[in-house]
């Protein structure tokens, strides 16, 4: 992330991006409505806001707190969380 922190919202935002596009879950492809993922977003953001950052263990440590483990956030998607994440704080 950039130097000076993004604010709550467009960290909440980028996640929700992330989230939805990564669909780890597959529950959004089988329609579900578009906050079905909103606690695990809200918690992600949080915790993003207060580390100023984000990595591979801190999407994974939130999905399995909310999905249990072994969940179906691979490490592969946790990267690709984060890689969506970090580019959109940084647009």
């Keep these: 992330m950039r130097d000076s922190a993004p604010r709550p919202e467009r ?5 929700k991006a992330a989230i939805d596009a990564v669909d780890v879950e597959g529950l959004l492809e ?3 409505p578009e906050d079905e993922y909103a606690p695990e977003i809200q918690d992600l953001a ?7 950052g984000v ?6 440590q939130v999905w399995s707190h909310w999905f ?3 969940s179906r956030m691979t490490e592969e998607k946790a990267d690709e969380v984060v890689r969506l994440v970090e580019r959109r704080l940084a647009g």
Excluded: E, K
Excluded at 11 to 15: C, D, E, L, M, T
Excluded at 46 to 52: D, K, L, S
């Design 30 to 32: 089988g329609g579900a």
């Design 46 to 52: 949080g915790r993003i806001v207060a580390a100023g």
């Design 68 to 70: 249990g483990t072994p």
């Design 11 to 15: 960290v909440r935002s980028a996640v």
């Design 55 to 60: 990595d591979r263990d801190l999407v994974r």
